[in-house]
């Protein structure tokens, strides 16, 4: 009996001693927990953030291997359309190699990409057809016309069509247009004289009004060279 009652003390000590290491470790376990638990989150956050730019980066940047490995002109495409290499034009200050132009006796500069098709070319009053962009060289060649933006059914661009001498289009551009063939490619340079500067409401007119503004900021500015630079492919003629 008193051996009994000796074991009873040293039983509850074992107890306490095995309830409180329970104690301990449980809490241990609680405290970790959330610092798995915190772990796990920011972990899965972070390839979360790792998944999304990289998806993001496929949507958006372009492969620049792929690139750099396109012809140059295909580079370009959607940027601003570069002028042509070389010496200054007519105290515009912009960058066009004019040694190559032939001058018309009216100050009107010409250059020929292609010469066209058959043995007919465009009269001083010919009905004529062609596809045209118009660019602002005293603004570094910003583009402020250009008929593939007259495409209001989606089946092609529009071409601009006047009859040469009565008026209808800028002095300067009829005179460039003479001689041309069908199917030829022509780059003109006009003088302010004979461009919108005196003629401001003739063809080839702005399509938008930001475009118009921009001609405008040239025209209107007697410190500005308002010469004008328009690219020309002749689609078909009459004489």
């Excluded at 690139?67 to 912009?94: C, D, H, K, W």
């Excluded at 001083?124 to 583009?143: A, E, I, K, M, P």
């Excluded at 063809?203 to 930001?210: A, G, R, V």
Aim: aromatic share 6%.
């Amino acid at each position: 009996m008193l051996q009994q009652q000796q074991l009873l003390p040293i039983l509850a000590l074992i107890c306490c001693s095995n309830t409180a290491a329970w104690q301990q470790q449980q809490q241990q376990h609680q405290s970790k927990t959330p610092i798995t638990t915190s772990t796990n989150r920011r972990v899965a956050l972070e390839g979360m953030i790792t998944s999304t730019a990289a998806a993001t980066a496929t949507v958006f940047l372009p492969n620049i291997a792929s690139v750099q490995a396109q012809p140059t002109e295909f580079q370009n495409i959607g940027t601003q359309s570069p002028l042509p290499a070389g010496g200054g034009s007519s105290g515009s200050g912009s960058a066009v190699d004019e040694t190559q132009f032939k001058t018309l006796p009216n100050g009107v500069k010409i250059k020929d990409f292609s010469v066209g098709t058959g043995s007919e070319i465009v009269g001083s009053n010919s009905r004529v057809s062609f596809q045209c962009s118009g660019r602002l060289l005293n603004l570094n060649g910003v583009v402020f016309y250009n008929t593939k933006n007259n495409n209001p059914d989606g089946f092609g661009a529009i071409p601009l069509t006047v009859t040469l001498g009565k008026g209808e289009s800028l002095p300067g551009l009829d005179s460039g247009l003479i001689g041309m063939r069908k199917n030829g490619i022509r780059r003109i340079i006009v003088p302010a004289e004979l461009a919108y500067s005196v003629y401001p409401n003739l063809e080839p007119k702005p399509m938008s009004d930001l475009d118009q503004r921009a001609l405008d900021s040239v025209v209107k500015n007697p410190r500005r060279d308002a010469t004008i630079l328009f690219d020309v492919r002749l689609e078909r003629f009459t004489s």
